[in-house]
């Protein structure tokens, strides 16, 4: 969320963020909510402060005075207690609003209204020319038997998948791979669960606004996060570091899980949008420096583009618009690699600077070197997520037999294989 002092004080540059971010929400209902809730509170504390006063004149109250004086304190209890509801009510009400606040895009951001806004930075890696008809990811599996889709919808409906023999290694040497790859760059790895309370997806900023996109488990007052972002954020809510303590710079593991409620009919086949898959997410906590974010910003980026160069895949890095960008975000960019059946790119990671938006959420501080508390700021960046990877890695490895060749740096992950699969072609 935003500094409640900022937006009292900066109303207008609010209010651009929530046009160009396409925010629905009401700025000038916000801030009448916020001086009504003020009024609120100073009537509530001039009540409590007659009835103390109130209080300390019975005891020393002649017979005569003690009666109306009790009476009246029992009144202006009954009156305190008849606003306790209303304050309760207006404060969630007002908390609710304060929550759907953008943070505010660092200039240069382009303003846009979706994806079709966003700007195209650089390509890297050669396209493949192969020489022969490319298989899609479907039919490579399917020729190799490395899954069943059939069956496993059968087991648990559409968008599910079912990965098999060197497929399923495949799939688990990328993410060892990630994971040590990013282990070596300084990360601490870290696998966490994906079962969170709710008030973690209002930390993380998912809530309010994305709850359709999310499994519930009511009975247990339990959610299923999208990425290990979610959990790893609140992993210090409400406590107090020390400067010395960040940055917190976490390689994490962990199943995820998506229902998809806004693409229904996209995407349906084959590996590119499923319910479950796993992911491991590079997550940051900084000290509040703008300068110091944007080197975690750009490292994790690299950290990213490295990995895919080693995975030997080509991929562009795309500058997401103001519209593009989720509410908590002041700079995002998305990396979208290779996918030859399609002839284009598919995003496959989302590098995000957050600011300090996440931690006031989450009440995440620490105290620099002053002694002064501040609050933290966030990043975050795909590592690697599967099974989407192994659509731009089994299309653009495969070769002319119908073999999927393994780069050289995977190889040791594989039991030092070069190609995977048989002659099928």
């Given at each position: ?50 009835r103390n006063a109130n209080a300390k004149l019975v005891p020393g109250a002649s017979p005569d005075e003690r009666p109306a004086l009790i009476q009246k304190g029992k009144e202006l209890a009954e009156e305190l207690k008849a606003l306790e509801p209303q304050l309760r009510d207006a404060e969630e009400a007002f908390r609710l609003l304060l929550l759907r606040v953008p943070n505010i895009p660092l200039p240069g951001v382009p303003v846009g209204k979706d994806d079709e806004d966003n700007v195209e930075l650089r390509r890297e890696g050669n396209l493949p020319d192969f020489g022969f008809t490319p298989l899609d990811q479907v039919e490579i599996l399917e020729k190799q038997g490395w899954a069943d889709f059939e069956r496993v ?273």
């Amino acid at each position: 969320m935003l500094d409640l002092k900022f937006i009292r004080e900066h109303p207008e540059a609010v209010r651009e963020a929530i046009r160009v971010k396409n925010v629905n929400l009401d700025l000038d209902d916000l801030l009448q909510r916020d001086r009504d809730l003020v009024a609120l509170k100073q009537k509530v504390e001039a009540m409590q402060t007659e009835r103390n006063a109130n209080a300390k004149l019975v005891p020393g109250a002649s017979p005569d005075e003690r009666p109306a004086l009790i009476q009246k304190g029992k009144e202006l209890a009954e009156e305190l207690k008849a606003l306790e509801p209303q304050l309760r009510d207006a404060e969630e009400a007002f908390r609710l609003l304060l929550l759907r606040v953008p943070n505010i895009p660092l200039p240069g951001v382009p303003v846009g209204k979706d994806d079709e806004d966003n700007v195209e930075l650089r390509r890297e890696g050669n396209l493949p020319d192969f020489g022969f008809t490319p298989l899609d990811q479907v039919e490579i599996l399917e020729k190799q038997g490395w899954a069943d889709f059939e069956r496993v919808a059968r087991v648990s409906g559409s968008r599910s998948y079912l990965l098999k023999g060197e497929a399923a290694l495949l799939e688990m040497a990328i993410l060892m791979f990630a994971m040590d790859f990013l282990s070596q760059r300084g990360l601490t790895p870290l696998s966490t669960t994906a079962l969170v309370r709710r008030e973690t997806l209002f930390n993380s900023g998912h809530f309010p606004g994305d709850e359709e996109s999310v499994y519930k488990f009511a009975e247990d007052e339990l959610l299923l996060a999208g990425t290990a972002e979610v959990p790893i954020n609140s992993l210090y809510a409400g406590e107090q570091l020390s400067a010395e303590d960040l940055p917190l710079t976490i390689a994490g593991f962990s199943a995820a899980f998506r229902r998809e409620a806004g693409s229904a009919g996209r995407d349906v086949r084959g590996l590119i949008r499923v319910h479950e898959f796993r992911k491991v997410e590079q997550y940051v906590i900084c000290k509040a420096d703008q300068e110091e974010g944007l080197r975690w910003f750009h490292t994790l980026l690299q950290n990213a583009e490295d990995l895919l160069r080693a995975l030997e895949l080509p991929y562009r890095v795309i500058q997401n618009c103001t519209g593009d960008m989720g509410a908590g975000k002041v700079l995002m960019y998305d990396i979208e690699t290779w996918v030859p059946s399609e002839q284009k790119y598919r995003e496959t990671h989302s590098c995000s600077y957050l600011g300090d938006w996440q931690a006031r959420r989450t009440g995440l501080r620490y105290r620099d070197e002053a002694g002064k508390l501040q609050y933290a700021h966030t990043l975050n960046n795909t590592g690697v997520a599967s099974p989407r990877i192994l659509v731009p890695f089994l299309e653009n490895h495969q070769q002319a037999d119908g073999t999927v060749r393994v780069p050289a740096a995977l190889r040791p992950y594989l039991g030092g294989k070069e190609v995977l699969g048989q002659a099928v072609r």
